[in-house]
């Protein structure tokens, strides 16, 4: 048994006491229309709460998690600044990420 495991809202408490210069974060889906999105509404809110308490946002995501909508649970494009792919996203969703200000990588 881990004793070091924190779960549920005091994951969240526990982020909102903490600050992050740079996060490196992954996405098991993502959606142009929709953004990046996640299996659960946990996990989303711990996203969500990382990307408030960091100064510079990095997604990381290959192109196998594209048209991907896991809704509700998503982050919006603009909450993220960089994103790290492996070169294969098409050309329409690198203008999309780039016209909400993600620089693409």
Do not use: C, W
């Not at 991907?68 to 982050?75: D, G, H, S, W």
């Amino acid at each position: 048994m881990n004793t070091m495991r924190i779960e549920g809202l005091a994951v969240l408490k526990q982020l909102e006491e903490m600050h992050f210069n740079i996060s490196f974060l992954g996405t098991p889906g993502f959606h142009p229309d929709y953004g990046f999105s996640y299996f659960s509404e946990m996990t989303a809110a711990a996203i969500s709460m990382v990307i408030k308490q960091s100064d510079k946002v990095v997604m990381l995501m290959d192109s196998s998690k594209v048209n991907y909508a896991l809704m509700p649970q998503k982050i919006s494009l603009d909450a993220v600044d960089i994103l790290v792919t492996d070169g294969m996203l098409e050309s329409q969703i690198i203008k999309k990420l780039a016209k909400s200000g993600v620089q693409v990588l």
